[in-house]
């Protein structure tokens, strides 16, 4: 998982993947019909999986169809849904740069409250320890 | 002769050796380099870094313990491949490819973003409703579809163009989001630190207040016994404190 922008990308190119495989299944499980009264299916004695058309059940097809019409629309929601959450529209160059140099400010500062309060904490360790070593035991 | 070996060695071998001057980085050479910025700052009586100087007119074996300048040009080789300090986007114009969105300077005015995500919903739905084109360009004449699928393509492309565009972007969004959770981070750390400290200070008073009791309690003779008691407190209290 990325960040935010490359899962957009991943999805976009998804979609991309899905249009190419819904076409090919309807491409390749159509029914067969007839353009006139005189015409026939013909009949193939091949494999279904070597003829160029395999066709579905009508139900079948139909359902599938229904499938990935909803997976198209479920992708593009998601791909939507990911350019609102977009990490700083509202940020102009300008704010994040202002932004950027307040933080370093800051962290200069919290840096230093840190160091200073580890010195301290050594500091109460040493003092504890001496108290601790002129504990005698009677 | 270890010269002309060296040079042998750099052509026939499949990763190259390090560079020679590898062997100036000698403990003494790095003392020394740092001795002469020092001086070098002391000189010029100004309080700038000293890694940050430089020194003109170094001996002989010290000159590469100084990093190069910043390529001027903003190029540079590494390895046979060039290299640019402004890597650009290449622009859709020039590759042929039809451009939807107008110019940056047309769109997302105060430097707000929000008409690019408007853009980028636009082209999603643009691509569902191509895509639904193109089913039905395919049910009735497919000879036709290839325009649309150059739409597509196109399509595909723009918002390919306009995410990548972003990026210098969501890269200092990031930067800003990591710097606020090392901060978060160091203030947690610090009062983490500081509650300790209060707590072992606490303490510390209790025994002082003990110990005063204690001294004025063992002058007297039947100390002996007062003392254990005493000794006893004091664990009660340093369990309770450090449990």
């Given amino acids: 998982m990325g960040d935010r922008l490359t899962q957009l990308q991943d999805a976009v190119d998804q979609l991309a993947q899905q249009f190419v495989a819904s076409i090919h299944y309807i491409n390749r499980h159509h029914s067969l019909e007839t353009l006139g009264p005189g015409d026939q299916v013909r009949e193939s004695n091949k494999e279904p999986e070597q003829n160029e058309v395999d066709p579905h059940p009508a139900d079948v097809f139909k359902a599938a169809q229904v499938e990935l019409a909803q997976d198209l629309i479920t992708k593009e929601q998601q791909i939507e849904y990911l350019i609102s959450i977009l990490p700083g529209l509202d ?6 740069e202002r932004n950027i140099k307040e933080l370093e400010e800051e962290l200069k500062v919290a840096e230093a409250q840190r160091q200073e309060a580890v010195k301290e904490r050594k500091e109460i360790m040493g003092r504890l320890d001496t108290v601790i070593r002129s504990i005698r035991r009677p | 002769m270890a010269d002309d070996d060296d040079a042998q060695n750099q052509i026939s071998s499949t990763f190259p050796p390090p560079p020679p001057f590898w062997k100036d ?202 003392r254990e008691d005493l000794d006893g407190e004091l664990e009660a209290l340093l369990a309770d404190e450090f449990p």
Avoid: C
Wanted: aromatic content about 6%; charged content about 30%; proline content about 6%.
């Fill in chain 1, 91 to 96: 940020n102009s160059e300008q704010d994040q």
């Fill in chain 2, 25 to 226: 980085f000698t403990p003494d050479n790095v003392a020394r380099i740092k001795d002469l910025k020092q001086e070098q700052v002391e000189r010029d009586a100004a309080d700038h870094d000293p890694a940050s100087i430089r020194l003109a007119g170094l001996p002989h074996n010290l000159r590469f313990l100084q990093p190069p300048l910043p390529p001027d040009a903003g190029a540079w080789r590494v390895f046979g491949n060039h290299y640019t300090l402004n890597q650009t986007l290449p622009k859709l114009d020039g590759s042929g490819i039809q451009k939807l969105f107008p110019e940056p300077e047309e769109r997302d005015q105060d430097g707000k973003h929000f008409d690019r995500a408007t853009i980028l919903k636009r082209l999603a739905k643009s691509l569902l409703l191509n895509f639904l084109e193109l089913t039905g360009i395919l049910s009735i004449n497919p000879a036709e579809a290839e325009a649309k699928i150059t739409d597509i393509r196109d399509l595909f492309l723009n918002f390919h163009h306009l995410i990548n565009e972003y990026r210098p972007h969501q890269a200092r969004e990031s930067l800003i989001s990591m710097m606020q959770s090392q901060l978060d981070r160091t203030r947690a750390e610090t009062n983490a630190i500081r509650d300790v400290k209060e707590k072992v200070e606490r303490l510390l008073e209790g025994l002082g207040s003990l110990k005063m009791d204690h001294e004025s309690l063992g002058g007297a003779t039947e100390g002996g016994k007062r």
